[in-house]
């Protein structure tokens, strides 16, 4: 199966600050096709995971242009221009390239 | 707009099973395909099977595989997942989630959740 491997584990940011979340990929994530399949979800307590990212940089319908995706083959990022309250919670990277599609472990962010 | 309504879930002993069902609304469901997605208390989620729209195509993650059997009626607009043989580290908030792309995963119902335990 392809590892999923965020850091950090969690983050603390002030209010307004940037933040970055790093994912990495066991294999290249390029499909076929030349799509690759890395989405990013956030997950509130008690919530559903929603999607943010997919496919790499496409944003979300209703996502905040504060957060952005990029990356390429195996090593993607989540950036989140100026941190605000609701963005705290857990941030997911997912690959749906290679079966098993697999998450990675999350990255917790809390306002400092 | 999509919805997904999972049902099902609740208290299980080692070894028991339950049917899990989710319903379907706000899109041409046998177009899609559909996954069952579970996340076990405090971890991140964990795929566990997906099924194409004619039910031609279907995959289990190794861990459910020979226990748990994905299904879908698309005259019901309804996706079920029967879980035999249950085990504890198969207690988890189980999710259904879809998307036109199906490894994009972008649509996810609000889970139900199964407690295996004695």
């Known amino acids: 199966d392809v590892v999923m491997t965020q850091s950090p584990l969690s983050l603390s940011v002030t209010l307004g600050q940037p933040a970055s979340i790093s994912c990495r990929s066991s294999?290249?994530?390029?499909?076929?096709?030349?799509?690759?399949?890395l989405n990013w979800f956030h997950q509130r307590p008690g919530q559903s995971p929603r999607r943010l990212i997919y496919?790499?940089?496409n944003r979300d319908s209703g996502v905040p242009d504060r957060f952005s995706g990029s990356g390429s083959g195996t090593d993607f990022t989540l950036k989140i221009s100026r941190v605000e309250a609701e963005d705290v919670g857990v941030y997911y990277c997912?690959?749906?390239?290679?079966?098993?599609?697999?998450f990675g472990q999350g990255t917790k962010v809390e306002i400092k | 707009q999509v919805q997904l309504v999972e049902s099902g879930g609740g208290l299980v002993k080692p070894g028991g099973c339950l049917r899990l069902?989710?319903?379907?609304?706000?899109?041409?469901?046998?177009?899609?395909?559909m996954n069952w997605v579970r996340q076990a208390p405090g971890k991140g989620p964990e795929w566990v099977s997906y099924?194409?729209?004619?039910?031609?195509?279907?995959n289990y993650a190794d861990s459910v595989r020979g226990r748990f059997t994905i299904s879908r009626d698309n005259g019901k607009n309804s996706l079920y997942l029967q879980m035999n043989s249950l085990r504890a580290e198969d207690t988890a908030v189980y999710y259904c989630?879809?998307?036109?792309?199906?490894?994009?995963?972008?649509?996810w119902g609000q889970g139900t959740l199964v407690t295996v335990s004695t």
């Open positions: 099924i194409s729209g004619s039910s031609s195509d279907i």
């Open positions: 069902s989710c319903a379907a609304s706000g899109f041409t469901f046998s177009d899609y395909y």
């Open positions: 989630a879809t998307d036109p792309q199906p490894r994009d995963l972008g649509y």
């Open positions: 496919r790499v940089s």
């Open positions: 294999q290249s994530l390029v499909y076929s096709t030349g799509d690759i399949f």
């Open positions: 997912m690959q749906g390239t290679h079966w098993l599609w697999t």
